[in-house]
């Protein structure tokens, strides 16, 4: 059985043209050994619209469901001080003020601490 025709060592190290029966005159460069290959990590950054808060519209409004009656939502959102005030002395508002903070979450007219505007993805 003989080798199919191609580019073999010919034994002295360097590749020759073998045509299916014989080796040819013709030679062409030996192998190079495999070179490493480096990958270059890639970091990947969101970039917000001017004016966009980094804070989880999500977040934000689940926040606001569930733990709202406590200020959660505001605190959550950089709003430290509306939090307090929600939390101490939202009762008063018998949840008037929780249902006014969902919906303004909601419909995405709620602002985080440095005034950027919270808004879904």
């Given at each position: 059985m003989s080798m199919p025709a191609g580019w073999y060592d010919d034994g002295s190290g360097r590749q020759r043209w073998w045509d299916g029966a014989q080796w040819t005159d013709h030679y062409g460069q030996p192998p190079q050994p495999a070179q490493p290959i480096y990958v270059q990590?890639?970091?990947?950054?969101?970039?917000?619209?001017?004016?966009?808060?980094?804070?989880?519209?999500?977040?934000?409004?689940?926040?606001?469901?569930?733990?709202?009656?406590?200020?959660?939502?505001?605190?959550?959102?950089?709003?430290?001080?509306?939090?307090?005030?929600?939390?101490?002395?939202?009762?008063?508002?018998?949840?008037?003020?929780?249902?006014?903070?969902?919906i303004v979450i909601v419909t995405q007219n709620a602002h985080d601490g440095q005034g950027l505007q919270v808004k879904s993805g």
């Open positions: 990590p890639v970091a990947y950054v969101t970039v917000l619209p001017p004016g966009v808060s980094p804070k989880s519209y999500t977040a934000a409004w689940l926040l606001s469901l569930f733990l709202g009656g406590l200020g959660v939502d505001r605190f959550y959102l950089g709003n430290v001080g509306l939090g307090v005030a929600k939390l101490l002395v939202g009762w008063l508002t018998f949840g008037i003020w929780w249902i006014v903070d969902f």
